[in-house]
């Protein structure tokens, strides 16, 4: 079994967190360190450490991050003009958590995300 991570603490609201939706399948929150105006980590809330360890039976909850990510883009009023679904994958991808998320990142311009 993978080990607790923070995201667990803050989905079960044990540390608080500025949380802008949450169900029975994910959550979502406000990051901390935020990259842009708006940046919000959207989680399943069972713990699967990295995208390698996704299995069939987590279809429905990665399948609700997708919809839940264009809902609060809407809310956010990102939705029109654009924003990045970012998911990382271990250590050289830049993961930090242990428990997958995604970063849902806009209200201002992002520019190109890998150089040329």
């Known amino acids: 079994m993978a ?3 923070i995201f667990s603490k803050i989905i079960r609201r044990e540390i608080p967190s500025d ?10 929150f406000r990051d901390i ?4 105006p708006t940046h919000i980590l959207i989680v399943p809330n069972v713990l699967i450490p990295t995208v390698n360890d996704v299995k069939p039976e987590h279809e429905l909850a ?3 991050i ?4 264009a809902k609060i883009a809407e809310q956010e009023g990102i939705a029109e003009d654009g924003y990045r679904l970012i998911m990382n994958c271990n250590r050289h991808a830049g993961q930090v958590v242990y428990h ?17």
């Open 33 to 36: 360190s935020p990259q842009a």
């Open 19 to 28: 949380i802008v939706y949450q169900d029975d399948l994910v959550t979502a």
């Open 66 to 69: 997708m919809t839940v990510a």
């Open 100 to 116: 997958i998320h995604m970063h849902l990142i806009g209200g201002c311009h992002l520019g190109p995300l890998l150089a040329k």
């Open 3 to 5: 080990e607790e991570t």
């Open 62 to 64: 990665l399948g609700r």
